[in-house]
């Protein structure tokens, strides 16, 4: 069976670690923060300028000053702080942020991504993709494997415009764990129930698949 | 009152000078933190061919959105403008330019710009369509794109409360890239919800120094919110 | 405790790891806002070959200054060094190189190091000896050279107060270089004069947010004057 | 008579104006602060991070952590702000500071400036020195016209390492006040009592001599 979006998230909290400083993009990565494991503590940043997001406010706590970069009424967490959108930046470009989960359209064996942008469509923009990926050094990538058409998302090129090369290391689809190195992929765990061949038939770009690819336990 | 009094009483006068064809940095995450009144100003004196720089163009019929109305813009500078359907309409008509800049090297170009320095190399964009026509250079390994500095005729600014002389302070994540705007602008302009007397703030907790700002205003805002999201 | 706990109970701690050859990025101007601690633990470890980037290296006999003594010091990179006699003597001996390096572009490298940016470019030093081998390059009529940023191994830090997170506030003027030195460690040490929970800064008046800290230590301070001057 | 360091200052402080903001280098550009005219106010920019620096403090008011860029202590005006040295600088490369006062070993026609090093003799470093006269517009050097032995200090060409090329527009020495304009000095004030002859005797560089140069009025 494919990953749900909440298996998603709890296979992506698995790499957390304590004290850990998180980047979540938008959709299924906002999930991770209800599954951080307990007596584990992180803490998350928003690029619009918080480090320490809390979670959405009650009626009365709503603020319109206080956002996520989802444009999101947020709170904060005790040891919050609140900085300029460069500070913000200046943290996840010089690499500060230790741990980033996005999603994405394509990614490939280059480690290129392409998230932003399907030409011929409408255009909005890749407000802070770009500098997630290009900045961080540990960033999991969510998505799903293959399009409703069946068509691989996991390639030898991406077709779309990119908004990052060569800096994608971790893919988590709802198939399968994979990891990008020397020009490959690299299957590490499947989705409970789901073949290798499955996954290697609705992988487009070169796959390496190991001796034995543990099932994910949930 | 000294010379370093920047209070002024209208916003014809807080927006005085602004011609055709001038180039505006404006602060604002979203709807948070924009200079509401500033940009109705702009709206009512009808300015034209303007180049806006900021990280997004508001709704329809909010922020920055309003001045599409009249088509008072001709180019966008902004990491993100999905949030507007009239902004799609001109762009797909060929009556408006976007030029999509990555969030973190549209705020570092703001602040580039207010501090003298006139580009920087950054990684990101690197091997994407942001990267085309641009310098590659490789530092240590790894490939990094020059991004040039931005600076504007005009910058319009959100603080939250500011002393008379222009020292400003901004309010939760309201902050955003009101900092690095208030620096870059030949004229800055700052709307703020309190003016207090000098002395009153903090010397070692001000966001934006007085020597950034030229004019300081005081408004009432909407706040409109974008994404009201609550938990039960 | 949660694992944001960055409290440290002892300088060998705080300092652990240090080793011969590596570079350390320093806060402070003067003697104002040193980590006068941290720089007495390199001192008792007396590890060698050191490259220390600091705007000054102290007096004979305090701050970075007794980093001399043992020679310890491999290389400076400071905008001014006037204030040692020790420093001239091993200079003009050969014994320790120094990079003069101006102030503000020191500030902007380490910022720089910090935030990502491998380079910049900045008017200041154009046709002066500090461009010698730098590329200089047009901007809209005027030449500038191309500064390459700095990152350390360590960055030693002096803050006033902390909460245990490394959310870190600067006494007046003592802030100086040291929020830019915080950024730009592998491991970033600072030391403060009180330690206080979580919660108790305000998020907006943090000056280095925790994110950019590895460990803290409080300590006490001599905070000794270079220039006591006062009026009658 | 050639001007004192006070009446130096006097006349730098008729170029200020009511809310400038001003650095004031070390020395005779300190002295300038005590000039300011009735009625009108200044900001004084300390590059270690202060705007709005105030008079030296009470014995009970000195404060270690409160200094200035000569090291000394200080105290802040109502209104102050305080911040990071690259913020300082930002300040200051950016052209944000109205108007700097500065010494100098040596200027020249080109708009030159040598003030930080003398080879063979001590070596200290430019500190701020190169910073601000890079990033000013407005820019005042104040230095002694020539020598204990005669050598002008005003040159065709410095012969000391520069501090800054082509930034110097303002010179004002123990006997004139000089602006530099298309490769030549202009004389346009003499010290009262000076000779224009004196000062052209004086001066290395090409210096252009307006039919009338006015004596400075104290």
Redesign the interface.
């Known amino acids: 069976m494919a990953l749900t979006r909440e298996q998603i998230a709890i296979r992506v909290a698995r790499e957390l670690q304590d004290g850990f400083y998180v980047n979540l993009g938008i959709g299924i990565p906002t999930l991770v923060a209800n599954y951080v494991p307990e007596g584990m503590e992180v803490m998350l940043q928003s690029e619009n300028g918080l480090l320490g997001m809390g979670q959405f406010p009650t009626e009365d706590e709503i603020d319109a000053d206080m956002i996520n970069a989802g444009k999101q009424t947020v709170t904060t967490v005790t040891g919050a702080s609140i900085f300029s959108s460069a500070e913000s930046f200046a943290m996840i470009r010089g690499g500060h942020v230790d741990l980033t989960v996005l999603g994405a359209f394509e990614v490939d064996t280059s480690g290129n991504i392409a998230s932003y942008m399907i030409p011929g469509k409408l255009i909005k923009g890749m407000g802070g993709a770009m500098d997630l990926v290009a900045g961080a050094d540990n960033i999991i990538v969510t998505m799903t494997h293959a399009s409703k058409h069946g068509e691989s998302k996991l390639l030898t090129k991406c077709s779309l415009p990119l908004t990052g090369a060569g800096c994608i290391k971790k893919v988590l689809t709802d198939l399968a764990y994979i990891e990008i190195e020397d020009g490959a992929f690299i299957l590490k765990e499947r989705a409970p129930g789901v073949s290798v061949e499955e996954i290697v038939s609705k992988t487009e770009g070169k796959m390496i698949v190991p001796d034995h690819v543990p099932e994910m336990v949930f | 009152m000294?010379?370093?009094n920047k209070v002024v009483n209208s916003y014809d006068e807080a927006m005085a000078g602004l011609e055709d064809g001038m180039t505006v940095i404006a602060g604002g995450?979203?709807?948070?933190?924009i200079p509401e009144n500033l940009i109705a100003q702009v709206k009512k004196m009808g300015t034209k061919d303007l180049t806006i720089v900021s990280?997004n163009c508001g709704v329809d019929g909010f922020g920055l959105g309003v001045l599409l109305e009249d088509r008072q813009v001709k180019k966008m500078v902004?990491?993100?403008?999905?949030e507007n359907a009239l902004f799609?309409q001109q762009?797909l008509a060929g009556e408006l330019e976007?030029e999509?800049t990555?969030?973190?090297?549209?705020?570092?170009k703001?602040?580039?710009?207010?501090?003298?320095?006139?580009?920087?190399?950054?990684?990101?964009?690197?091997?994407?369509?942001?990267a085309e026509g641009k310098d590659v250079?490789d530092?240590?390994g790894?490939n990094?794109i020059l991004e040039?500095s931005i600076t504007g005729d005009f910058a319009i600014v959100k603080g939250?409360k500011a002393?008379?002389?222009g020292?400003v302070?901004?309010?939760?994540?309201?902050?955003?890239?009101?900092?690095?705007a208030a620096?870059a602008g030949k004229i800055t302009v700052v709307e703020v919800e309190e003016i207090v007397e000098?002395?009153e703030l903090?010397?070692?907790?001000?966001?934006t120094?007085?020597?950034?700002v030229d004019r300081l205003i005081v408004g009432t805002f909407e706040?409109?919110?974008?994404?009201?999201?609550?938990?039960?």
């Not at chain 2, 995450?29 to 933190?33: A, E, I, M, S």
């Not at chain 2, 703001?110 to 942001?130: C, N």
């Not at chain 2, 302070?169 to 690095?180: D, E, G, K, L, V």
């Not at chain 2, 120094?209 to 950034?212: A, K, L, W």
Request: proline share 8%; glycine share 14%.
């Open positions: 000294s010379g370093f995450f979203g709807l948070c933190g990280n902004s990491s993100y403008v999905g799609m762009l976007v999509l990555p969030q973190g090297t549209l705020a570092e703001m602040r580039a710009g207010g501090a003298g320095i006139p580009a920087f190399y950054t990684a990101t964009g690197y091997g994407t369509p942001v250079r530092f240590k790894r990094y040039e939250w002393d008379k002389f020292n302070i901004y309010r939760h994540t309201a902050q955003n890239f009101n900092p690095m620096t000098p002395g903090d010397p070692a907790h001000i966001h120094p007085g020597i950034y706040k409109r919110i974008e994404q009201r999201t609550v938990r039960t």
